[in-house]
């Protein structure tokens, strides 16, 4: 066979028959049963693939680089380290975790799930995102000394670090009985004292009082205290705000973890869960979960939705809130765990992509697959390529071309 008959190569194809590999026509194209250390070019041609060399003796793990400054992190054993990407010497940071690690970039700030917890990188320091939820506070009622009327009082408490709240502790009630005094002009009053919980965190700063009015069940905002105070005493009720944060638990981590329309997601096992809106790090327990059918291999938000990785098909979940999600089974073959990645639809182009600013991309039985932001699926592969399987896979692109490694 002349070499210019070899040419032009379209790729893999290991589902037509032998006679098939081979199209002539108007458009010429030789496909390939296998093709290994080669990558072919746009025009078709074969090229060795590039080898590799080591760069480091060291065994880095869940290597990143951020788009926010192109720094470099990666685990080291069992420590977090920022990597100089010249010289591949590690900068300790924190133990955070390293069996695998997910990475997000919200609001200048890295986001980061591990197995021990959900943790932010600022660019000097790492700490935990979430903030426990105090303990109940302790409430003596006080027969004078204040400007509380009878009747039934109720106190909750939450952690303050700088400007970010915790949820609320339980509530503490107890009730005031006073004798009435029978000159009118001089009726009896008492006062609150609160006895605060031990805070164990030492980046928590500050205690912040919630207090109903008199027989009332709205908790509203009384004060804010150092958390070195250990009593605090309410002789009177100059209340504010609504608390916010009441019934709410601190945001569990997961095996993956992305950002969704304000909302931070985590999934483990065939559960997704949501952070409240712009509230990362708290979690609604009752309503804040989607259960899948099966267990989860990947999770990837699009403008118009959510797609899942399942282990035999994907889904993708619409809804604005996890109430109110549903969601639709696609007949998508089964996708290779941990492959999926975020494609820029103006690398795509606006036919294939169908709206929305990105792709979801990922590796399934047939080749790659797309997933719109409209909900559609688009098989590049299907016909061509079939059997890939793999425990896992990780997927990412170099120019306009995308590689995913398999094991």
Request: hydrophobic share 35%; glycine share 8%.
């Amino acid at each position: 066979m002349a070499a210019k008959k070899l040419f032009p190569i379209a790729g893999m194809n290991n589902v037509v028959a032998d006679d098939g590999l081979q199209q002539g026509g108007d458009s010429p194209k030789l496909y390939l049963r296998d093709a290994v250390n080669v990558d072919i070019t746009d025009t078709g041609r074969v090229r060795l693939r590039q080898g590799s060399k080591q760069v480091s003796p060291l065994r880095f793990q869940n290597i990143w680089q951020s788009p926010l400054h192109h720094d470099v992190f990666a685990t080291l054993e069992s420590e977090f380290v920022k990597l100089d990407p010249q010289t591949w010497q590690p900068e300790v940071l924190a133990k955070i975790g390293h069996t695998q690690l997910c990475y997000e970039v919200i609001n200048n700030l890295v986001y980061i799930a591990s197995e021990l917890g959900l943790w932010v990188y600022d660019g000097k320091n790492v700490r935990s995102l979430a903030i426990d939820t105090p303990a109940k506070p302790m409430l003596n009622m006080l027969d004078s000394g204040g400007s509380l009327k009878s009747g039934t009082y109720s106190v909750a408490i939450s952690w303050l670090r700088d400007e970010q709240e915790s949820a609320l502790s339980q509530i503490a009630s107890d009730q005031i009985n006073l004798t009435s005094n029978s000159n009118l002009d001089d009726p009896s009053f008492s006062s609150i004292q609160i006895n605060l919980p031990y805070c164990f965190d030492q980046s928590i700063t500050h205690v912040r009082i919630y207090v109903t009015d008199r027989n009332g069940g709205e908790l509203l905002h009384h004060s804010d205290h150092p958390i070195n105070t250990s009593s605090i005493t309410i002789n009177s009720l100059d209340l504010g705000m609504t608390a916010r944060f009441n019934g709410l638990s601190p945001m569990p981590t997961g095996r993956y973890m992305k950002y969704w329309q304000g909302r931070l997601l985590t999934a483990d096992k065939n559960i997704l869960r949501f952070s409240e809106p712009l509230a990362y790090h708290l979690h609604d327990e009752k309503f804040g979960f989607v259960v899948m059918p099966q267990r989860i291999t990947f999770i990837l938000p699009v403008d118009g939705g959510i797609w899942v990785g399942q282990v035999t098909h994907v889904v993708f979940l619409t809804g604005t809130n996890p109430a109110e999600m549903t969601f639709q089974s696609k007949t998508s073959h089964a996708p290779v765990p941990d492959s999926a990645i975020e494609i820029d639809n103006n690398d795509i182009g606006s036919d294939i992509s169908q709206g929305g600013n990105t792709t979801a991309l990922w590796l399934a039985e047939n080749g790659y697959i797309l997933g719109t932001s409209s909900g559609q699926i688009i098989e590049l592969q299907a016909g061509i390529l079939k059997g890939i399987t793999a425990k896992s896979g990780r997927s990412v692109r170099l120019g306009r071309r995308v590689t995913t490694i398999v094991t």
